[in-house]
């Protein structure tokens, strides 16, 4: 598809716009989208998925070493929690969306908590190295529930064995007590 567009930059007629479909494995098609001006050079590329995505929970109950290996595709406005270990990683305003597994998650808690607890004192050090405790634990006897929350939906788990990952849509409630939930429910009215 291909159309012509003012440009921002030199304001003639001259940006062509071309989009294609891309399809990501295991994740669905996105749109990349590509516009160049004729006249004076300027570009501007895009990404975005083609699917109206809906506001979800993706659950996986871990209880083997093999369900480490699960695909984690974490957008950069989902929440992860992990509720046996009292664990629940809130995005920031710019927080950068990652390709993972399971056990790479794990690595990434555990590292941010190493790096807190080298300044916590008193409750929040006893909290944060039981949390520890568990995660250590964990990783050579998995017992736990891994939850991601996405309230644009741009987030997925991914294993191979059926029925391994459940998931049901966020309901208002659940969208209102989640980062960027009350964003997605404004998008979603302007629409
Ligand atoms: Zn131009």
Redesign the pocket.
């Known amino acids: 598809m291909d159309m012509s567009l003012r440009?921002p930059?030199?304001d003639?007629d001259?940006?062509a716009l071309s989009q294609t479909e891309y399809e990501v494995e295991h994740f669905g098609s996105v749109l990349l989208s590509a516009a160049t001006?004729r006249?004076?050079g300027?570009k501007h590329t895009d990404v975005m998925t083609l699917n109206a995505r809906e506001p979800m929970v993706l659950t996986a109950k871990i209880n083997s070493i093999d369900d480490f290996n699960i695909h984690v595709v974490k957008s950069g406005t989902a929440t992860v929690s992990i509720p046996e270990f009292g664990a629940t990683i809130t995005p920031g305003s710019y927080s950068e969306g990652y390709v993972s597994n399971i056990e790479g998650v794990l690595e990434k808690i555990e590292d941010s908590l190493t790096f807190m607890l080298s300044s916590a004192k008193g409750k929040s050090l006893q909290k944060g190295a039981r949390m520890l405790k568990k995660i250590r634990t964990a990783r050579e006897k998995p017992n736990f529930t891994f939850v991601m929350k996405d309230p644009f939906g741009n987030s997925a788990l991914v294993s191979s064995k059926a029925g391994k990952i459940k998931e049901h849509r966020l309901t208002r409630t659940e969208l209102l007590k989640v980062k960027f939930g009350e964003q997605a429910l404004i998008q979603k009215t302007k629409q």
């Open positions: 440009c930059c030199c003639s001259s940006m001006c006249n004076c300027y």
